[in-house]
C-alpha cells in the first residue's frame, strides 16, 4: 500500500456539527497562509520552490512571487559544508540544522522540518523553516531526544560521532561495527584522534580544533580491528550555539575503495608516461620501482634483466635495496609466471642474500617474470619484498602486471635501441663534425636528432633539444611561413624548402639562419621525419645591415652637405646681389628729400631686400655658414625670455611648460638659438594643431642616452661632455618613418606650401655651432627633439669698451676695394667715397696687391673679399699685412664671420663685414677700424 503524505486530507462521508466549515483544499491553503512559521513547497528533483506563504515572505524579506523565482540552494549557505541532522520521526519525516540568508542579507541558523509528498506522481518536499534562536522548542530537545535522535542517526551509512570539547566520542552511529570492526559502545569514552594512525592525528585534532568553530572538512587514515588500513573522508561542524554537552558532530565516509581506484589508476598514468618520456632506461625503471614502492605499502621494489645462455639475472633498478642479482635455476624462469615466496629465509632462489634480506626486515617476495611479446620469452624480473608474509592483494596484483608489462617493453625497447645506437654512432660521428646546423624532426614538430654544429648554435645540449619543438627555439612571427612551407614540403609541392628564419638560443638571445629543409618518407612514401640543414648567417646579416646603415648615414650625410653647399652658395652669390641693391638704396635715399615721391618707394625697395637678406640668413643658417656671434648662452634663460612671446603666439588649447634642470651654458649665438627656440616650439604647436595638448621645453647639462644616439641626425658627437642641451617635448600626432626621414629637407613639408626652412634652418643652425640632434617619434605618440651643444664656461665680467665713431668727413685717404664681383666694387666705392675716402678698386687678389704695393702709404682701409678666384682673401689678407702690418684690413663675406674666423691667417684682420650690409653698417664698422691701432 502506497504511504499517503500526513498533509492530504479526506472529506467527512456526512456534514454535522463537528464538521470543517472550508473543505479539505480549502483547509489546506487556509492553514498554510496564515501559519506562523515560514512554510515552502519544493519541488524534490530539481530544487525549484514551487509555493510560499506569508510568513516565508516576511521570514525572507522577499515576495511570495520572488521566492517562488528562487530554488532552495539559492537560500542555503554553501560553506555548510554538511548538513547538520536534528530529529527524524519515520522516513517520510526529516529534520536538520541549517543557515539560511534572508534577501536583506542577514543569516539565520534555522531548523527545517522535510516532509516528502507526492503530488500527481511528482514528488515534493514540504518545508517548515523555524529560525532556532526564537523556537519554542530549542535545538537543545532536538539534540537530547534519544530516540528522535537515533531513528536517523541508524539509518545512515556512514560514521557519525558526537565529540565534546575535548574531543571524547560521547556518541557512535551504529554503522561503526561494519566500517571499523568496533561495536558503536567500545567507541564511547575514547578520544578520536586515537582511532587515527599515527602519522594523521595531527591533522585529526586540527580538523577537531576547526570544526569547533566553523565546518571543516579532510582525509585521514583510521585502523580498522581487523589490522586493515582505511581512508575516510571526514566532515566536522560545531553545535556549540546552545551550550550542548555535544558540542561538535563528525561524519565520516569510507573512501578507501575509491582512493585505491584512483590510486591505481594514477599509478598506471605514471608508469605509463614514465615509459613513454624517452628517458634512459636506468630513470625509467628506477622511476617504476619508485611508483610501486608507493603504491604497496612497506614494499620495496627492483628490475632485473634476464639474457644470454644459460639465464643470468643482471640488476637493472633497486632504489632502496642494495641487492644483489639472484641465482636463477638452470631451466630458467617460466614466463610471464607469478613466482611467491612468503619466507624468504628458506626460499633458495634468494639464499645468498638471506641475510641482506633479514636484516631490512623483509619476509616475503612476489617475482614477476617480464616477456619479450614477439619472442615469448622472459626478459626480466619484477621483484617485491614486503615486511608481512604475505602474497599480493587482488588490487596489487593487477598494478604490478601492468607495470611488469611496462617494464619487459621498455628492457626489450632498450636492447633494441642499443643495436641501433651502435649502427647510428657511426653517422653521428659524422654529422657532429660537420660545421653546418642539422636536425630532424617528428611530424608533430618535435626534435628527434641533432648535431653538435645546432647545439653550439642554439646554446642547448643535445639532450636539451632532444623532445623539444620547433616552436620553442623558433621566432613567432616566423612560424606561419615555416609551418606553411612545411605542408607544402609534406604535400610533395616542393622538393626542398628554403627561407631564413630567426632562433631562439638557451641565454634568449636571437640568431639568424637560413634553413633548407626536406622530408624522408618510408617505402610507401608516407613522410616519416623532416631534415633540415641550418647555416648560421647571423654575422653576415649583421654586417651587411650595418653596411645598410652606415650607407644611409652617409648618403644622409651627403645630402645634408650638398644641400648645404648648395644653399650656401645661393645665399653667397645673393647677398652679392643684395650688397648692390642695399648700397645702392642707402646712396639713393640720401640724395632724396623725404617729401620726394620717390622716397618712399626707394624705402620699400630697402625694406624688401632686408627681406631678402633674412631669408638668404636662413639659407646660411641651413648650410651651416650663417652669421654668429659667440658667446656663453644659458638656455633655460634663454627659454624663460621668449616663454612670454611664445605662449601669447600659440593656439589656445596648446600648453606650454618650462623645466629647468641646473644650468645649461651653452657656447653659441643668441640670436641664432632663439630661432632654434622658437622654430622647434612653434613645429611642436602646430604639430598638436586646435585639440587640447602640450608642449614641455628642458635645459640642463647630460650625455646623450644609446637612444638617443641612435636617433641622431648627421654628425655623431665627438667631445666627451657634458653637453648643454635643450629638449622640446609635444603631445602631437607624431611621425612616420617616412616623414621622420624627411623634415629637414629643404622646404618639405606636412602643412600647406610654402613653408619648410624652419627644421632646417634649425639642423644648420645646430651643426654650425658643433652640436649634434636627435629626433624620437611615432604616429599618435607626439615628437621629441633633443639638441646638444658643446657646453661653455661663465666667462668673468669685463667693462664694455667705449665705441668710439669718429667724424669722417676729414677723410682724404685712399681706400682699397678688392672683390670679384663688379656690381660689389661699385656701390662699396660710391659707399666710400660718400664717407669721404678716395677709392682704388681690384678684382682680384693679384692685382689688389698691386695696387696695395705702389700706394700702401696713403692707404688707410682695404675692404677685402674672402671668396673669390685665384688667390682667396685670407692669402691676400696674409700678403697685405706682410707689405704693411699696420694696415687696416676689413674681410667681406657673403657667408659669416665664423667662416672668416675658421680660416687660417684672417686673425689679423681689423673687422669682419657680413653681406649684405648698409651704408650705417658699413659706417660703423670703419670708424672702429681706423681706431685700430
Known amino acids: 500500500m502506497p504511504r499517503r503524505s500526513s498533509l492530504r486530507f479526506h472529506a467527512p462521508r456526512r456534514a454535522s456539527r463537528h464538521s470543517w466549515p472550508l473543505g479539505p483544499n480549502q483547509l489546506y491553503r487556509h492553514l498554510f497562509k496564515t501559519a506562523p512559521s515560514a512554510k515552502l513547497v519544493v519541488d524534490a528533483v530539481s530544487g525549484q520552490i514551487l509555493d510560499a506563504n506569508p510568513a516565508a515572505a516576511r521570514f525572507y524579506h522577499q515576495s511570495m512571487a520572488r521566492l517562488r523565482q528562487r530554488r532552495l540552494a539559492d537560500l542555503e549557505m554553501p560553506t555548510i559544508g554538511r548538513r547538520l541532522p536534528a530529529v527524524a520521526a519515520d522516513g517520510r519525516h526529516r529534520a536538520y540544522f541549517a543557515q539560511h540568508r534572508t534577501g536583506s542579507g542577514e543569516v539565520h541558523e534555522v531548523l527545517v522540518y522535510v516532509s516528502e509528498l507526492k503530488v500527481a506522481g511528482r514528488p515534493l518536499e514540504y518545508l517548515v523553516v523555524k529560525d532556532v534562536a526564537e ?38 552511529s551504529p554503522s561503526a561495527q561494519r566500517l571499523l570492526g568496533f561495536p558503536p559502545e567500545q567507541l564511547a569514552g575514547h578520544p578520536w584522534p586515537t582511532l587515527v594512525v599515527e602519522r594523521d592525528r595531527t591533522l585529526a585534532v586540527d580538523l577537531m580544533q576547526q570544526g569547533l568553530q566553523q565546518p571543516t572538512s579532510g582525509e585521514v587514515r583510521v585502523q580498522g580491528a581487523d589490522g586493515r588500513l582505511l581512508i575516510f573522508s571526514v566532515a566536522v561542524s560545531p553545535l556549540a550555539a546552545h551550550g550542548l554537552e555535544h558540542v561538535a558532530v563528525l561524519s565520516a565516509r569510507d573512501v578507501t575503495a575509491w582512493r585505491q581506484r584512483e590510486q591505481a589508476e594514477a599509478s598506471e598514468r605514471e ?15 628506477t622511476a617504476l620501482c619508485q611508483l610501486v614502492e608507493r603504491a604497496v605499502e612497506g614494499g620495496r621494489c627492483a628490475i632485473l634483466e634476464v639474457a644470454g645462455a644459460p639465464p643470468a639475472a643482471c640488476l637493472l633498478a633497486a632504489p632502496h635495496l642494495t641487492l644483489a642479482p639472484p641465482t636463477l635455476p638452470p631451466t630458467g624462469l617460466p614466463p610471464g609466471a607469478w613466482i611467491i615466496s612468503c619466507d624468504l629465509a628458506t626460499d633458495p632462489l634468494w639464499a645468498a642474500q638471506g641475510e641482506q634480506l633479514a636484516s631490512a626486515s623483509l619476509k616475503a617476495s612476489w617475482l614477476l617474470t617480464l616477456i619479450d611479446r614477439s619472442s615469448g620469452e622472459a626478459v626480466g624480473l619484477l621483484a617485491v619484498f614486503h615486511p608481512e608474509p604475505r602474497g599480493p592483494l587482488p588490487r596489487e596484483r593487477l598494478l604490478l602486471e601492468f607495470i611488469g608489462q611496462l617494464a619487459g617493453v621498455a628492457i626489450q625497447r632498450e636492447a633494441t635501441l642499443r643495436q641501433i645506437r651502435e649502427s647510428e654512432e657511426r653517422h653521428r660521428l659524422i654529422l657532429d663534425h660537420t660545421p653546418t646546423g642539422i636536425v630532424a624532426v617528428d611530424l608533430d614538430w618535435r626534435i628527434v636528432a641533432v648535431n653538435r654544429a645546432i647545439c653550439e ?7 636539451e633539444l632532444l623532445g623539444m619543438t620547433i616552436d620553442q627555439i ?11 612551407l612545411a605542408e607544402r614540403l609534406l604535400r610533395g609541392e616542393i622538393a626542398v624548402a628554403e627561407m631564413e628564419k630567426e632562433y631562439l638560443r638557451k641565454d634568449g638571445q636571437r640568431v639568424r639562419g637560413k634553413l633548407r629543409s626536406v622530408v624522408l618518407r618510408d617505402r610507401e612514401g608516407r613522410p616519416v621525419q623532416r631534415i633540415g640543414v641550418v647555416e648560421d648567417v647571423t654575422e653576415r646579416r649583421r654586417i651587411e645591415a650595418e653596411q645598410r646603415a652606415l650607407e644611409r648615414k652617409l648618403l644622409e650625410t651627403q645630402k645634408m652637405e650638398s644641400l648645404g653647399l648648395l644653399a650656401g652658395g645661393i645665399a653667397h652669390d645673393f647677398n652679392n646681389l643684395l650688397v648692390a641693391v642695399l648700397g645702392n638704396v642707402d646712396l639713393a635715399l640720401l640724395q632724396l628729400e623725404e617729401h620726394s615721391p620717390a622716397y618712399q618707394t626707394v624705402l620699400q625697395l630697402k625694406t624688401a631686400a632686408e627681406r631678402a637678406a633674412d631669408l638668404t640668413r636662413q639659407l646660411l643658417a641651413y648650410s651651416g655658414r650663417g652669421r654668429f656671434e659667440l658667446q656663453p648662452v644659458e638656455l633655460g634663460a634663454l627659454v624663460e625670455e621668449m616663454a612670454g612671446l611664445l605662449k601669447a603666439s600659440l593656439p589656445r588649447m596648446v600648453t606650454l611648460e618650462l623645466q629647468r634642470e641646473g644650468e645649461a651654458l651653452a657656447h653659441g649665438d643668441p640670436t641664432q638659438l632663439r630661432q632654434v627656440v622658437l622654430n622647434l616650439i612653434v613645429n611642436a604647436a602646430e604639430a598638436i594643431g586646435e585639440a587640447p595638448g602640450q608642449v614641455s621645453v628642458r635645459t640642463g647639462l647630460g650625455w646623450p642616452s644609446p637612444a638617443d644616439r641612435a636617433n641622431l641626425v648627421g654628425e655623431r658627437p665627438q667631445g666627451s661632455g657634458p653637453y648643454a642641451f635643450l629638449e622640446v617635448r609635444d603631445t602631437g600626432i607624431g611621425m612616420d618613418e617616412a616623414t621622420r626621414a624627411r623634415i629637414f629637407d629643404p622646404f618639405f613639408t606636412t602643412k600647406f606650401t610654402g613653408r619648410g626652412l624652419g627644421l632646417a634652418a634649425v639642423l644648420g643652425i645646430v651643426r654650425s655651432h658643433g652640436g649634434f640632434l636627435a629626433v624620437e617619434s611615432a ?8 639638441i646638444w651643444l658643446p657646453r661653455a664656461q661663465r666667462p668673468a665680467p669685463v667693462p664694455a669698451p667705449e665705441t668710439s665713431e669718429r667724424s669722417l668727413s676729414s677723410r682724404r685717404g685712399i681706400a682699397l676695394v678688392i672683390d670679384d664681383e663688379p656690381s660689389v666694387r661699385e656701390v662699396a666705392a660710391r659707399m666710400l667715397e660718400h664717407l669721404g675716402f678716395r677709392v682704388l678698386t681690384a678684382a ?31 692669402q691676400a689678407c696674409q700678403r697685405l699685412l706682410a707689405l704693411q702690418p699696420r694696415a687696416r684690413v676689413i674681410l667681406m663675406s657673403g657667408y659669416s664671420d665664423l667662416d672668416a674666423a675658421l680660416r687660417p691667417g684672417s686673425d689679423g684682420a681689423a673687422g669682419f663685414l657680413a653681406k649684405p650690409f648698409t651704408l650705417a653698417q658699413l659706417r660703423q664698422l670703419v670708424a672702429r677700424a681706423l681706431d685700430h691701432p
Open 135 to 172: 523556537s519554542e522548542i530549542g535545538a537543545e530537545a532536538f539534540l537530547t531526544s534519544h530516540r528522535q535522535f537515533r531513528a536517523i542517526i541508524e539509518q545512515t551509512s556512514d560514521l557519525v560521532l558526537l565529540l565534546d570539547r575535548a574531543g571524547i566520542v560521547q556518541y557512535a
Open 271 to 285: 608508469a605509463l608516461e614514465t615509459v613513454l618520456s624517452g628517458q634512459p632506461l636506468a630513470a625509467v625503471l
Open 457 to 463: 648554435l642554439l646554446g642547448y645540449s643535445a639532450e
Open 474 to 484: 623558433s621566432a613567432p612571427e616566423d612560424m606561419p611561413l615555416n609551418r606553411l
Open 779 to 786: 604616429p599618435a605618440r607626439g615628437a621629441t627633439f633633443r
Open 844 to 874: 682680384d687678389g693679384e692685382s689688389g696687391l698691386t695696387l696695395f704695393a705702389q700706394h700702401h702709404p696713403e692707404i688707410e682701409l682695404v675692404l677685402l673679399d674672402l671668396t673669390m678666384p685665384g688667390m682667396d682673401g685670407t
